[in-house]
């Protein structure tokens, strides 16, 4: 079965600039997880979403991190305006269910300039 | 709430050496316990899991054991190689609640 799929790879803006990353989960997969990995940390979850409805989203810095799942399929996260802390990978993932393993797209690399 | 600590990194060991990289979990309740390795330049990807106390998971010749008594999950391998070399990451998962990750620990495999 085909992965999990994002976009873009990598991404380098200035701070205060906007930047979004795209996901395409596994077919069939209800459940859809942004992490942030800082480097030289474990990643941290953003949000999560039940199919196009969000299930925790308490550590998404709200007053700059957006994210919506359109028809619980695939999913946009935005930074807006980005700052230099914002500097991470940002990981995709999905899941059958909440319950289940999660696989893990390749991840976007973002550098705040 | 719930927490992952692992063992400090980075180790370095020489190709045939015996691997053990310490994880202890913090949770409420009975999470699952997983360990995640990251390639060079890749994604995440899935190395082992366990679900319950005593399981054992194992893949690609590494084993870790489920141990509630000391709430440990360790990750051990007899023979490293090379391509062995990434940055492994242990995990717990309350059910349908988020993974939560440890800082991960990188290792380098030396010929």
């Known amino acids: 079965e085909a992965g999990v799929a994002q976009s873009p790879r990598y991404k380098i803006i200035e701070k205060r600039q906007s930047v979004a990353f795209w996901c395409n989960p596994i077919s069939g997969h209800a459940t859809l997880y942004w992490y942030q990995q800082i480097l030289g940390q474990g990643p941290k979850l953003l949000i999560q979403?039940?199919?196009?409805?969000?299930?925790?989203d308490s550590q998404l810095p709200k007053d700059r991190f957006s994210a919506e799942r359109l028809k619980g399929v695939d999913s946009t996260l935005k930074i807006q305006p980005a700052k230099l802390e914002d500097s991470a990978v940002y990981l995709c993932?999905?899941?059958?269910?909440?319950?289940?393993?999660?696989?893990f797209g390749a991840g976007s690399r973002l550098t705040v300039l | 709430g719930d927490s992952v600590t692992q063992m400090e990194g980075p180790v370095t060991l020489s190709e045939e050496a015996f691997l053990t990289i310490n994880c202890t979990y913090t949770?409420?309740?009975?999470?699952?316990l997983f360990w995640y390795v990251q390639y060079p330049g890749e994604g995440l990807q899935l190395l082992l899991k366990a679900t319950k106390a005593d399981d054992k998971g194992s893949n690609k010749g590494f084993e870790a054991t489920y141990r509630k008594e000391t709430t440990s999950f360790h990750l051990e391998k007899g023979s490293v190689q090379v391509s062995d070399s990434a940055v492994y990451f242990c995990?717990?998962?309350?059910?349908?609640?988020?993974?939560?990750f440890g800082q991960g620990t990188r290792l380098t495999i030396n010929p």
């Open positions: 949770a409420t309740g009975y999470p699952s």
């Open positions: 995990a717990l998962k309350p059910g349908a609640q988020k993974l939560v």
């Open positions: 993932a999905s899941s059958l269910g909440g319950a289940n393993v999660l696989t």
């Open positions: 979403f039940q199919n196009n409805g969000v299930v925790d």
